[in-house]
């Protein structure tokens, strides 16, 4: 039904491609926005910003975690084990 894929094609379906874009966009785009949640955080007034940079944070912590030690969740998938994709749906939504 549909052609042949390209041997390139897999290299966006692996760890490291994943990690270097989250990298790139919580270091990047997402910074100012994760910035100015955590001084809001510490002002003790947390905001939408403060909620949306917790969870890209937590999301890319865990799936970091996963990524490097495979075992402790065997028990999930390769296509779910990497979360960041969440994050950067998150940050990619609001900013």
């Known amino acids: 039904m549909f052609a042949a894929k390209p041997p390139w094609i897999h290299a966006f379906h692996s760890v490291g491609f994943h990690v270097s874009l989250s990298l790139f966009t919580l270091l990047g785009p997402g910074r100012q926005l994760i ?3 955590v001084k809001s955080l510490s002002k003790g007034a947390p ?8 969870g890209a944070l937590s999301s890319f912590a865990v799936s970091s975690l996963a990524a490097l030690i495979p075992k402790l969740v065997s028990h999930i998938s390769y296509s779910n084990t990497f979360l ?4 950067i749906q ?3 939504f609001f900013l």
Not at 47 to 54: D, E, Q, R, S, Y
Not at 84 to 87: D, I
């Open 90 to 92: 998150c940050l990619s």
């Open 47 to 54: 905001n939408m910003n403060t909620l949306v940079g917790l």
């Open 35 to 37: 910035l100015d949640g």
């Open 84 to 87: 960041v994709s969440f994050g």
